[in-house]
């Protein structure tokens, strides 16, 4: 009898070693690396933000011990509709459409953008001067360009800024359009397909705009600043609630570590014209959510995550 218990025994020990180890018991350097999902806001040029994105992604990638794989979308709102379905760890965002992903998708907020030496930047009203516009009601009845319905500069505080001057953009103007970007905004005005549009400058004198870094020196020169709105906290990165700690304070010190480098800066400034980055934190964007209030924009969860 006690020789058939041990040729049991050693039977059952055959058996758990011949069988493959479950996923648990795998260890960690025969796993294949983890993939963090990135997403990238359109702010201007597609083709030219698709270049400059893998450039950063590789460095990142290098950098955190991750593979990195980069998803730009057709417009803001497609990368907030990413995060809310949970397809993406991480995002570039504007400050608006942060607003919305916090709200729908409960992301948080680690780094935002700085340009010059100050972490915001302006909403700027803007015409040719030949059109002979002085100040914001004189656009009734005129064509306007607004750019993406979750861009801050673009939308939200131009909506605000005219509302302020009792202006209803759907009944007083002529015609409206929604660009899809700063720069297809600026090129919509410099040639005269609208009358006025909005994008962003990083001063309020409109030294460091949209239009310098996307027109000709004697276009630039053609442009009338009509109306400049308060200061606008800056776009960000932020990740998603499922993020590690360890992964948020890798993606946080590489960001605040890139400027440091030339090369690092040289990808910033080509991605998003960025100086460097900052801390952040949700409170910084209080007055974003003002704005939404302020401009009549629903704010109310659109929803649970799609499967």
Partial sequence: MKQSVQWLLLIAVFLLSACPASEESVSPASKSPPVLRMGFIPSENMSELQKNVQPLVEKLSE???MEVQPFIAGDYTGVVEAL???RLEVAFLSAASYVMAKNE???KVILRAQRGKDPFYYSVI??????????LSEL???SFAFGD??????YI????MFKDQGIDPESDFENTIFSGSHDATVLAVANKKVTAGATYSNDPEGNDSAWKHILKPEQVNDIQVLAVSDPIPSDNICVAENVSEEIQNKLRQFFLNL???PEGLALIQDLYHIDRFVEAEDADYAGIRKAFTESGIDLKPQGKPKS
């Fill in 157 to 160: 505080y131009p909506l605000k």
């Fill in 140 to 142: 009734k009845g005129k």
């Fill in 126 to 135: 803007f015409t040719r001067k030949d059109n002979g516009i002085k100040n």
């Fill in 259 to 261: 400027s440091k480098d």
């Fill in 63 to 65: 950098a955190i011990g």
């Fill in 149 to 154: 319905n979750l861009s801050t500069a673009g």
């Fill in 84 to 86: 809310r379905n949970q």
């Fill in 105 to 107: 998708a409960n992301v």
